[in-house]
DNA sequence: CACGACTCCTGCTGGC
DNA sequence: TGCCAGCAGGAGTCGT
């Protein structure tokens, strides 16, 4: 039992207009998620949400008011999916399952593995970059070696690594590739430990705001001494991205 | 195939 | 205090 509500054209695509038409009075089957990607499954296809990077989803009572940046609504029954984006580098997408299982979407099919699952291991993280000259931290954040990574945890894995960003991703050892899965763990699960806030206008499921953590190893700490060691952490620029990181720890 | 540049969008920050 | 250029971020697209 659902209806769609759009309030504009478009996030980062335009919207599947004839959405509202197709969830007519249809129920959702199941959620997933992959990448950061978000699935919400019916029987006959998939509705695909990304929440770029301003992007958040609430649960509320249906009959709220949308506020300026609310630009899609699934009401089911007396609630509201309702989705705001700000910066509207999200989107809403429709996959038909007449088109084949969802992971094969143009946007899914070349995506990496996933970070907290078992398949990503040292072995495969360094097979896989046995052809990659580019930078780790470029590689990292490519998301078709491994996903969920982005410009934030990836300076934050390689510190808890001890590897330099700079690093050509083939001249990494096997054994600094188990640290640095081990710390690509470890960093995922305390920032959603933490309610994996990364913007000052973060807001939780509820609406709650105030989640913002900041105690990051370098991420933001430009000229703030190491947690670590002391020196002064230093900022520079990849592929158009800023990269922190300490040179004494990581290298 | 691998990879770099460019792009979308808008709120916030820093400089004047 | 006000204005505006520049920056930030996820990730697709295009050119090399």
């Given at each position: 039992?659902?209806?769609?509500?759009?309030?504009?054209?478009?996030?980062?695509?335009?919207?599947?207009?004839?959405?509202?038409?197709?969830?007519?009075?249809?129920?959702?089957?199941?959620?997933?998620?992959?990448?950061?990607?978000?699935?919400?499954?019916?029987?006959?296809?998939?509705?695909?949400?990304?929440?770029?990077?301003?992007?958040?989803?609430?649960?509320?009572?249906?009959?709220?008011?949308?506020?300026?940046?609310?630009?899609?609504?699934?009401?089911?029954?007396?609630?509201?999916?309702?989705?705001?984006?700000?910066?509207?580098?999200?989107?809403?997408?429709?996959?038909?399952?007449?088109?084949?299982?969802?992971?094969?979407?143009?946007?899914?099919?070349?995506?990496?593995?996933?970070?907290?699952?078992?398949?990503?291991?040292?072995?495969?993280?360094?097979?896989?970059?046995?052809?990659?000259?580019?930078?780790?931290?470029?590689?990292?954040?490519?998301?078709?070696?491994?996903?969920?990574?982005?410009?934030?945890?990836?300076?934050?894995?390689?510190?808890?690594?001890?590897?330099?960003?700079?690093?050509?991703?083939?001249?990494?050892?096997?054994?600094?590739?188990?640290?640095?899965?081990?710390?690509?763990?470890?960093?995922?699960?305390?920032?959603?430990?933490?309610?994996?806030?990364?913007?000052?206008?973060?807001?939780?499921?509820?609406?709650?705001?105030?989640?913002?953590?900041?105690?990051?190893?370098?991420?933001?700490?430009?000229g703030f001494p190491c947690?670590?060691?002391?020196t002064l952490i230093t900022?520079?620029?990849?592929?158009?991205?800023?990269?922190?990181?300490?040179?004494?720890?990581?290298?």
């Open positions: 039992m659902t209806s769609v509500t759009f309030r504009h054209t478009s996030l980062r695509w335009p919207f599947p207009l004839d959405l509202p038409t197709l969830l007519a009075s249809r129920t959702i089957r199941d959620i997933g998620r992959r990448g950061k990607y978000l699935l919400l499954h019916f029987d006959h296809g998939t509705v695909i949400i990304h929440l770029g990077m301003s992007g958040h989803l609430r649960i509320l009572d249906s009959g709220i008011a949308p506020q300026k940046h609310d630009y899609f609504d699934l009401a089911v029954g007396s609630q509201l999916l309702r989705l705001s984006d700000p910066r509207r580098f999200g989107a809403v997408l429709w996959h038909a399952a007449e088109d084949g299982p969802v992971e094969q979407h143009i946007l899914l099919a070349g995506l990496g593995m996933e970070p907290l699952e078992e398949v990503f291991s040292a072995q495969i993280l360094y097979q896989k970059t046995r052809n990659r000259a580019a930078p780790i931290k470029q590689v990292l954040l490519a998301g078709d070696i491994v996903v969920g990574v982005g410009n934030i945890y990836a300076s934050e894995s390689l510190f808890r690594a001890g590897i330099n960003p700079k690093i050509a991703a083939h001249r990494i050892s096997l054994a600094r590739y188990a640290l640095l899965v081990d710390a690509i763990r470890i960093t995922l699960a305390a920032a959603i430990e933490n309610g994996g806030s990364t913007l000052r206008d973060f807001v939780g499921v509820n609406g709650q705001s105030g989640y913002f953590q900041q105690s990051y190893f370098v991420y933001g700490r430009t947690r670590n060691c002391g900022q520079i620029k990849q592929r158009q991205r800023s990269t922190f990181y300490c040179k004494k720890c990581q290298k």
